[in-house]
């Protein structure tokens, strides 16, 4: 007999968890309706939940509360927290401009949507810049590294040696993906093919990184598929 | 047949059931080993050991992970909000994916019962020791709008809860960008860490982020901690189930967890891959011997 | 028509020029701050994107929806999948609604303790328009106390859950701060100047904030606390964890079972190059497993060796070709000088 009391919900929970886990499972055998439904009704769940908390982290708190002055209360004494900002109505600008999007579904106004995707794809566009110096020159700094390196005062043969190896793939790697230009001349194919090389070892610590992300995932359901909702099952069964 | 096509012809099911058997026997037994040192975790134990507090310090914890990545992601977070807290280092979580909102209540809550449980006059409370800021719309446009903000408190304004932050004791003295002294971030999202890389940073300021990535993304996390725009890197489950043995070491009355199991698990089943790969290959190998 | 094409492509390039000029120009100009107001266009442009939120909405109604009507292949999956949608948004919503309602204690505590502060800032400032201090703080007195029953009664309630669960445990710590909070809320009460004798005087002003403030963050948490056993959070919870959570989980873990039948059949040494990436995969495979160490313990640091060095280095160059382009890729949205612009196409 189980010693662990469960709970309706809790119970309610592992045990539709673990159905749900099976349905989606069948998907293995064969294609088939049950895994469809399970599916479809996933994509649901997760569309409400992403349709409800922006409202209610964004859109309510930070601008339907300024912008319609919920956030001025009154006072025991009959004062007023604040008085309301008219500039809160700025925010009408944005959210109209923004509705422009649903012009999308109009076929003769659909050209308005465009102004709205045109702004954001063009706020991205202004954005990017800040965004690519600040990352790309840290990297570039590191990528400058010393190819002989000096460890208390005697030559640090590993080090020295992994830079060579790192600068030596970096440089190929990048020459390999040089396409503005032919390369003629029978070193700079070598380059090239070295690059290719190095590119492999990259690929292959990508698969080995690969194998562990998609088991970890499947080992994590068949934990909680053989440890909690076996114990749940148990325990509904009175074993 | 060509020799790529040999083994097209068995049965993928057969392959499945073989997975399917090879993990769960040792999950079934709750069979447990060491796991693999992992250098890039032991860098965030570091850099959490070594912080040091002064009034209005916290560190932030950025939770952007969703069903795809729970099983990697959640042990990670669990692992340094656990050491965070033994620290008693105020965390505040917040996240920028809307499908992680639940997981801002849910793990400082399990972190703090288990504690509580370790040490038996003590309590982990919310508010003190730490803030859940909620889910944060606006992606890279907020993070870039963070560092310029003269009083974070302003900006922030109220906790998920609805609670004044200047309020909370965890944060009374918190106003400044300088005051975070470690973000972790734990994402399996593509160019999530990317953002924080791009826009959470101030000139003259070095912020102490470390980070927690699921295995697929770890190439690609090693260019950032190789620059040192990451300071330390949690590598899927196996960073986790390391970190999670670095505080056993460090903590020994500390309550096991599952990681340990979890990451026996995907040892076997990375021989189960590797055995599959050399068949796979002696197979292919046979029949072109036999073709010869 | 020619026009439209040209005014959306003035609206792309104001829709980019602030960031960019925010970011090439000097913090200030003249004595002209350039990101004076950066907090707000940030928010107004992220309110932009808010605006879409129903978009997806609209779209899955219309997909779904017309399946469903005219019966066409799959309205059963379809019926799910609105099911899905509408249980969520109603569990979500509700638990948003339940929140607001059990913390509204909370929120007119916080609303007094603001009211006290004003209370100090008036006088500091001697304001003229508001009533004086003695009466507003019999104000702030009155308010304060109608609030005192309800809060006791939440240290009633938070005491009375029973259980072993951890949530009980957490009612019974939580218990006795409130009742410190409240205590020490009425003694603070107490205390405060009020009435004719008081005129002006703020100075226990300040302590009755801080005490207000803690009494609001403690009862909320209590409501919260208390608002997780009802029903509503409970069907929330249900809808997250068994159906969000685990098939979400499950479905991403079918990768598993691919990768498996993909290493069997697919990873094959079929060149040097092959050979290559097999040897590092299988070294980087063996460096992250605790059953690698039984073979030779150096396998971790292999690993390491070769993920921050060859693949960093590869990954790198790629990553490097990669900004590049992405950069040239926004300059050239921005200023809509792709071959074929956006704005033109029909």
Request: with cysteine.
């Amino acid at each position: 007999m189980s010693t662990v009391n469960y709970e309706p919900w809790t119970l309610a929970t592992i045990l539709t968890g673990g159905l749900g886990t099976l349905a989606i499972f069948s998907f293995l055998v064969r294609e088939n309706r049950l895994y469809r439904i399970f599916e479809h009704l996933y994509i649901g769940i997760a569309a409400g939940l992403g349709l409800v908390v922006p409202i209610k982290n964004y859109i309510w708190p930070q601008i339907l509360v300024p912008l319609l002055g919920y956030d001025v209360v009154q006072y025991p004494d009959g004062t007023f927290s604040k008085v309301y900002d008219p500039t809160n109505l700025l925010y009408i600008l944005p959210l109209s401009f923004g509705c422009l999007y649903y012009f999308v579904y109009s076929r003769r106004y659909a050209w308005l949507s465009k102004l709205v995707i045109g702004f954001s794809l063009g706020m991205s566009g202004g954005l990017a810049f800040k965004g690519f110096f600040n990352e790309i020159i840290p990297q570039l700094a590191s990528s400058f590294k010393p190819l002989v390196v000096y460890h208390d005062g005697a030559l640090d043969l590993f080090r020295s040696f992994s830079n060579t190896v790192f600068v030596v793939t970096l440089l190929s790697v990048m020459y390999y993906f040089f396409f503005s230009f032919r390369r003629r001349a029978r070193f700079a194919e070598m380059g090239a093919g070295l690059g290719r090389w190095l590119m492999m070892v990259c690929f292959g610590a990508f698969f080995g990184s690969t194998v562990m992300a998609r088991m970890a995932l499947l080992v994590e359901r068949l934990q909680f598929l053989l440890n909690d909702w076996g114990a749940a099952l148990r325990y509904c069964i009175g074993l | 047949m060509s020799s790529s096509k040999v083994g097209m012809d068995l049965d993928r099911r057969w392959i499945y059931l073989l997975v399917l058997l090879a993990i769960s026997l040792p999950l079934l037994r709750k069979y447990s080993v060491p796991p693999a040192r992992m250098s890039a975790a032991e860098k965030v134990f570091e850099v959490v050991e070594s912080t040091q507090l002064q009034p209005g310090d916290v560190a932030f914890v950025a939770i952007d992970f969703g069903p795809g990545m729970v099983a990697e992601s959640l042990p990670q977070a669990e692992a340094v909000v656990e050491h965070l807290m033994r620290r008693r280092i105020p965390v505040v979580f917040w996240s920028l994916y809307v499908l992680a909102e639940p997981f801002l209540d849910s793990v400082p809550q399990r972190v703090a019962e288990r504690l509580g449980k370790e040490y038996p006059g003590q309590s982990w409370e919310y508010g003190r020791d730490w803030v859940n800021l909620g889910y944060r719309a606006g992606g890279g446009l907020l993070l870039q709008s963070i560092p310029k903000s003269e009083n974070l408190l302003e900006l922030f304004k109220r906790d998920a809860r609805g609670n004044n932050l200047a309020d909370l004791p965890a944060l009374k003295d918190f106003r400044r960008l300088e005051q975070i002294k470690v973000l972790g971030e734990f994402t399996g999202l593509q160019g999530m860490l990317d953002a924080y890389i791009q826009f959470f940073q101030k000139k003259g300021f070095r912020l102490n982020l470390v980070h927690g990535c699921t295995s697929i993304a770890t190439p690609e996390a090693f260019v950032y901690l190789d620059s040192g725009q990451i300071v330390g890197l949690l590598e899927g489950i196996a960073g986790a189930a390391w970190y999670s043995e670095l505080l056993g070491k460090k903590f020994p009355a500390r309550l096991p967890d599952s990681s340990g199991v979890i990451n026996t698990g995907l040892g076997i089943a990375h021989i189960v891959i590797i055995f599959l790969i050399v068949v796979g290959n002696l197979s292919s190998l046979a029949r072109w011997w036999r073709q010869a | 028509m020619q026009y439209r094409a040209k005014l959306i492509k003035l609206v792309t390039f104001l829709g980019g020029i602030y960031y960019f000029l925010e970011f090439v120009l000097p913090a200030s100009i003249a004595g002209v701050k350039i990101d004076q107001y950066h907090e707000q266009i940030s928010n107004g442009f992220v309110a932009v994107g808010a605006a879409a939120i129903g978009l997806g909405l609209i779209n899955l109604l219309m997909v779904h929806g017309s399946r469903i009507i005219f019966r066409r292949r799959g309205w059963f999956e379809s019926c799910a999948l609105l099911l899905g949608l509408t249980a969520m948004a109603y569990a979500t919503a509700g638990e948003w609604a339940g929140s607001v309602d059990s913390s509204a204690q909370a929120g007119r505590l916080m609303m007094l303790r603001e009211f006290s502060d004003r209370i100090m800032a008036d006088a500091a400032a001697n304001k003229a328009d508001v009533l004086p201090v003695s009466k507003r703080n019999q104000f702030l007195y009155d308010a304060a106390t109608k609030e005192i029953p309800e809060l006791r009664a939440l240290v009633t309630r938070l005491s009375n859950m029973a259980g072993e669960d951890v949530e009980t445990a957490r009612a019974q710590r939580l218990s006795p701060r409130v009742l410190a909070a409240t205590d020490a809320l009425v003694s603070g009460l107490e205390d405060l100047p009020r009435g004719e004798a008081a005129v002006g005087d703020v100075g226990k002003n300040s302590e009755i904030s801080q005490r207000l403030a803690d009494a609001s963050v403690l009862s909320r948490e209590g409501e919260t606390l208390l608002f997780e056993q009802t029903r509503t959070k409970r069907f929330y919870e249900f809808l997250y964890q068994s159906f969000f959570i685990s098939l979400g989980a499950a479905m991403f873990s079918l990768l598993g079972f691919y990768i498996a039948a993909a290493a069997y059949r697919a990873f094959r040494i079929r060149s040097s190059e092959s050979a290559l990436m097999l040897c590092a995969a299988l070294l980087v495979m063996l460096g992250q497993i605790p059953f690698g160490l039984w073979i030779w313990d150096g396998f971790p640091e292999v690993r390491v060796w070769l993920l921050s060095i060859p693949s960093s280095g590869a990954f790198r160059a790629i990553k490097i070709g990669a900004l590049v382009a992405g950069l040239v890729m926004a300059f050239r949205m921005w200023l809509s000088i792709e071959s074929e612009s956006f704005a033109e196409r029909s």
